[in-house]
């Protein structure tokens, strides 16, 4: 994952443009995803597809012909959709142009102005304060044209209709956590999900944030009503616990799967209007079961939106944890189930049929032998392997283990 996270993070991706387009084809390399081309102008929702991006080249000349600010250098230095410049100017007038972050003096900010047209540059506050007074060239050779919004998609069919959905953003240029780790996640659990059996469908979405979900949801009403469960997948691989947002709803399954599974390991949030792409899915419209997975939120880590949200920042480890983490939700919904006892007139004879007692009463065992007593006291056809975890406090695997070995003695069956 980190590999991966290296590779992609040179590149220049903003809402549409080529740096979306380069990033989904190396995706590509690593699963079969189909890239869709929005055209310029199509209404989608309430909104418009926006004009195609395109940067090639940006700087700042000083009054000695030295740059000050390059492209070249970082791709943070130039805000997202920022219209073509070619001007002379003085420093005052340079300077309502210019964005620093003067409590992190190093840093270079990441700005953006996608639905009102405007030009800056983004710089280290150190760099601004030693600029002299003089005359500045400067030179954004941008391109805003009608085009296309490109967005990626990615269908692992399953055993049932019903279909997971799974969101990650490709819209930010070099930085690592915001962005580049929730796309490696989602692309080696979309591979690791490729080499096994589901019951789900997983239909993985790479699209630039906010009018990409906006997008693909105005072209795909008709697949909604099969998305029995979803989540928004970003910043995985920097600082802080694992924080999960629920969903509008608030007791959609994922909501549940996710707060038992992930446990003490996790700060679990309510839903809030605010925030990333959730936001679309769960507008009252569409009300989808999507929770969101992060570390630190947005904002609540200094080196969000910003070049120190670097390489640096994204640890293999985290990402791994966050891989697990995500894994462990699915593994939760894909094994749930109601089933019924089919012997509920006392306890069935456990010891007889091997199941009770063999294990010679280690913790362990105990623990089998719980969750074998659980799950036949609650599979009474109402209840979930959910609600034996959640009221047994068991985990989530060891009542699934246990509903298998009941399924396989005749114990236990499916009730639909
Ligand atoms: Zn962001």
Redesign the pocket.
């Known amino acids: 994952m980190l590999a991966l996270v290296e590779r992609l993070y040179p590149i220049c991706r903003s809402l549409t443009g080529d740096g979306v387009r380069e990033t989904l084809s190396i995706l590509g390399e690593h699963v079969s995803m189909e890239v869709h081309e929005v055209p310029t102008g199509t209404p989608v929702l309430d909104w418009t597809v926006p004009r195609e991006w395109q940067i090639r080249d940006a700087w700042v000349e000083g009054p000695d012909g030295k740059r000050v600010v390059d492209f070249a250098e970082s791709n943070l230095h130039v805000m997202g959709y920022s219209t073509p410049v070619r001007a002379r100017m003085p420093l005052a007038e340079l300077r309502e142009h210019l964005h620093t972050l003067p409590d992190h003096p190093d840093w270079i900010p990441y700005r953006t102005s996608y639905w009102k047209e405007a030009w800056g540059f983004c710089l280290a506050h150190r760099v601004l304060e030693a600029l002299p007074e003089g005359d500045y060239e400067v030179c954004i050779d941008s391109s805003l044209e009608e085009g296309h919004l490109t967005y990626g998609e990615l269908f692992l069919p399953g055993e049932k209709e019903d279909e997971v959905l799974i969101h990650t953003h490709v819209c930010?240029p070099s930085l690592a956590n915001?962005?580049l780790s929730g796309i490696a996640v989602a692309i080696r659990l979309a591979e690791r999900l490729g080499e096994r059996r589901h019951r789900y469908g997983y239909r993985f979405l790479f699209v630039p944030g906010m009018i990409g979900p906006i997008t693909w949801l105005a072209r795909n009403e008709a697949v909604l009503p099969r998305i029995r469960h979803g989540l928004v997948l970003a910043l995985l691989g920097g600082p802080g616990r694992f924080v999960y947002k629920r969903s509008r709803r608030g007791d959609a399954d994922v909501d549940r799967v996710a707060a038992h599974v992930l446990g003490q390991t996790a700060e679990v949030r309510d839903f809030e209007p605010y925030g990333y792409d959730e936001r679309q899915y769960c507008s009252p419209g569409f009300d989808l079961p999507m929770g969101r997975l992060t570390r630190a939120p947005?904002g609540e880590f200094a080196e969000y939106?910003t070049s120190a949200d670097n390489l640096s920042l994204v640890r293999p480890e985290r990402l791994e944890a966050s891989l697990d983490a995500v894994e462990a939700i699915f593994v939760g919904l894909e094994g749930d189930g109601v089933y019924l006892n089919r012997s509920p007139k006392g306890e069935p004879q456990l010891g007889r049929r091997g199941l009770y007692g063999s294990l010679g009463g280690g913790t362990e065992g105990r623990q089998r032998e719980r969750a074998l007593l659980w799950v036949l006291s609650l599979s009474d056809g109402t209840h979930s392997l959910l609600d034996v975890a959640e009221r047994s406090g068991l985990p989530f695997p060891a009542v699934r283990e246990a509903a298998e070995a009941l399924l396989e003695h005749d114990l236990l069956s499916g009730a639909s």
């Open positions: 930010h915001d962005n947005h939106h």
